[in-house]
């Protein structure tokens, strides 16, 4: 597979040119990458109004992942603004009400396109759950909700996989949503390798109108690198719109870095990147089962994922990172009740080898028997956009009771509100905050 957009940037390399364009580092090396770092100069074509060498790029990843896929150089929260606003403009074509129904467990920028777009929520919770951060819907689950539902949204927004390695059964919701005119909306940042599989599970492939993927999270890609996938049954002028969905809020000095990297990953995946994927896939299933039988217990169901529940090993999640990062191991998110490790094929064999022994050499101690607090449904008190928008201040999160939150207070990662702009802060959420280290609250004043 060709990679129009390195080609170009090696051979404008090779021409030394005097650069009188952006950036402002001409070329010249000081991280040692400025030399392919450029602009939108004659013949490099422009992402948002792509003709020439991306649109070529994008092509060929449309080809790998058998729909029309275009780039984001912002990372998988550009491609959810703008699958919101295409969601926003298809309720006004079939004179739907601006509403959306989501998964309990959206990234915060859910919520800041929720502001930005002033588009109502439906919070759907399931009937069970480990951590705030997961939230499965089941489809009799969903079908319960559009059967109640009045008015009915416009779309569906579920989070599939979820931080902690859970997938929801996107066929059967996709199914649910479509019965009832609703398009089903992905949040599939952690799985863009789901589509090289052996059998893929991209929610594309599962029935879903729009997905994205965080190319960087599970490919070799750059940070920020990121997919907006359309199936091939979505509204027709969705893919007449998607590049001005993107531009809308998207900055208009895309990062050629990130680009090239995107470009480059394509000839990757076309390389026997599903074959080793299996290979890979399948030792890391022998390394999760060696790890279960010397006391490991997991959650989640995503192939490369292990999200380790220390309370069950004796630790907490912190503590058994820390012990991780003593043995020069580090993850990519822990909090009091697990540690969660990402793997790609390019940990390689001996970087599984070198993880089992760390964890293997870590002592099992008795069971945490303390449960994590359960997060209860907050009290709506304004819209979000009305509660992002007010006057706010910053409190300790132990002085926010009764309070309604403005900003959603949560670092990334993992990005994921317990308590969403708009919503009371009561006791159970202070407990829940304090539980998970949130110490200040942004609320209205």
């Known amino acids: 597979m060709n990679t129009p957009i390195c080609d170009f940037v090696e051979n404008y390399i090779k021409k030394s040119p005097l650069r009188l364009h952006m950036p402002g580092h001409k070329g010249v090396s000081f991280l040692g990458s400025e030399n392919r770092d450029i602009t939108e100069i004659d013949g490099a074509d422009s992402l948002y109004e792509a003709k020439g060498i991306i649109s070529e790029s994008e092509k060929n990843a449309s080809l790998l992942f058998d729909c029309p896929t275009f780039y984001s150089t912002e990372g998988s929260s550009l491609c959810i603004r703008a699958m919101l606003y295409l969601a ?65 949204p416009a779309a ?10 859970n997938t929801a059964d996107i066929a059967a919701l996709s199914r649910v949503c479509h019965r009832h005119g609703a398009l089903l909306i ?24 729009l997905v994205c993927d965080s190319a960087h999270k599970t490919l070799p890609v750059l940070t920020g690198g990121a997919y907006l996938h359309v199936s091939a049954n979505a509204p027709s002028f969705f893919n007449t719109s998607v590049k001005s969905a993107l531009g809308l809020f998207g900055s208009t000095s895309p990062s050629y870095l990130i680009l090239q990297s995107l470009d480059l990953a394509n000839r990757y995946m076309a390389d026997g990147y599903k074959e080793r994927l299996a290979a890979f896939a399948d030792s890391a299933e022998k390394l999760k ?28 999640g912190n503590n058994l990172a820390c012990e991780l990062m003593a043995r020069n191991i580090i993850p990519e998110f822990y909090d009091p009740d697990f540690a969660v490790l990402m793997l790609t094929p ?87 905050m304090e539980y998970y280290g949130i110490e200040k609250c942004v609320v209205v004043k």
Not at 124 to 146: A, G
Not at 290 to 313: M, V, W
Not at 373 to 383: A, L, R, S
């Open 289 to 316: 089962a060696s790890l279960k039988q010397n006391g490991f217990n997991f959650l989640g169901n995503e192939p490369l994922k292990i999200t380790i529940d220390a309370k069950d090993y004796g630790y907490s």
């Open 346 to 432: 390019d940990v390689g064999e001996d970087g599984l080898k070198a993880l089992q022994a760390a964890l293997l050499s870590i002592d099992k101690k008795e069971t945490i028997q303390k449960k994590s607090p359960v997060i209860t449904k907050p009290e709506k008190v304004m819209g979000v956009a009305d509660a992002v928008f007010a006057a706010s201040e910053e409190l300790f999160v132990k002085d926010c009771l009764g309070r309604v939150l403005s900003q959603a207070s949560v670092s990334c990662p993992p990005a994921v509100p317990i308590v969403v702009c708009g919503e009371l802060i009561d006791k159970n959420a202070i407990e829940c």
């Open 88 to 152: 926003m403009l298809y309720a006004k074509d079939q004179n739907k009400a601006p509403l959306i129904a989501a998964a309990r467990n959206a990234h915060k920028v859910f919520l800041s396109a929720a502001a930005l777009l002033r588009f109502d929520i439906d919070w759907i919770y399931p009937s069970d759950n480990d951590s705030y951060l997961s939230c499965t819907i089941r489809e009799d689950e969903l079908e319960s909700y559009f059967s109640a539902a009045n008015p009915k």
């Open 156 to 165: 569906v927004y579920v989070t599939s996989p979820d931080y902690l390695g």
């Open 186 to 209: 992905v949040d599939n940042a952690h799985g863009a390798y789901l589509k090289f599989l052996q059998a893929s599970h991209h929610p594309i492939d599962l029935g879903a109108d």
